[in-house]
């Protein structure tokens, strides 16, 4: 089975005297679904980041989607990040761009016909139960609704490997419910990979899944 991620004795750290992850090494499989857990400050955002090229990597080496990470260059780089789908923890919509125009641009960006985008951007607004308000801007959005256009977003151009920061953090159950279905119908029926961060493991997701938690800048394996 293809290996999506691999990191081999990976040290990350915004400076030198303050490592966040230590000599981590775990392996993620093609259609894995893992949950990383771990304190406030224990490097489950600063984990993310290291995945879809955002942080430099300060010791040992990561390979995202055959790419390596340390080496790789920006056009590299942006070209990995055409292969993810990314929801923040604090959502990062385009504020002046509508909501079918930011649930579009990833499709947009991988150079999907016309089309294809406009069906698509349309399953996905009624999916999340939001085609009433596509011509909205996130602004004027509630946070569960911004939450549900980013996750539309973070799956519309089919990625390979879904990173989802906290994407239930505030959110009520409904909105919740349907952000799991999401992650849950990317993994299935698209076979991506799915990495999230979560505090709270849903309870009836159905699934088989993998758990990581961060203690002490260690990460752990656990059942
Ligand atoms: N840009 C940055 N520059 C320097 N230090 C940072 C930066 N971002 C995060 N940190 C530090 O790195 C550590 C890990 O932060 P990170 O955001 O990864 O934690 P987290 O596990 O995601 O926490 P939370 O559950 O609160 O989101 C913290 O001590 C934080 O202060
Ligand atoms: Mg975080």
């Given at each position: 089975?293809?290996?999506?991620i ?21 392996e ?16 489950k ?8 090229g ?28 055409r ?28 150079g ?43 799956i519309?151009?089919?990625p ?64």
């Amino acid at each position: 089975m293809s290996i999506i991620i691999r990191a081999k004795n990976l040290h990350l750290a915004y400076k030198k005297e303050e490592p966040i992850i230590r000599d981590a090494n775990f392996e993620i499989k093609r259609k894995d679904f893992v949950f990383v857990s771990g304190a406030s400050g224990s490097g489950k955002s600063t984990l993310l980041k290291s995945l879809y090229g955002n942080l430099s990597i300060f010791g040992g080496t990561l390979e995202v989607c055959n790419i390596n990470i340390a080496q790789a260059g920006k056009r590299l780089i942006n070209e990995l990040r055409r292969n993810i789908g990314i929801v923040f923890q604090d959502y990062k919509l385009i504020e002046e761009w509508t909501v079918e125009k930011n649930i579009r641009l990833p499709m947009v960006i991988s150079g999907y016909k016309k089309e294809i985008c406009d069906s698509q951007v349309e399953k996905l607004l009624s999916h999340v139960d939001l085609l009433y308000k596509s011509n909205r801007y996130p602004l004027e959005l509630s946070g569960g609704e911004q939450q549900r256009v980013a996750m539309a977003r973070a799956i519309s151009h089919r990625p390979l490997l879904i990173l989802a920061d906290e994407p239930t953090g505030n959110l009520d159950d409904y909105s919740s419910d349907m952000i799991w279905s999401l992650l849950k119908s990317a993994n299935e029926q698209l076979d991506a990979t799915v990495v999230v961060v979560t505090h709270r493991i849903p309870d009836r997701l159905n699934i088989h899944y993998r758990k990581l938690n961060i203690i002490d800048g260690e990460v752990y394996e656990y059942s």
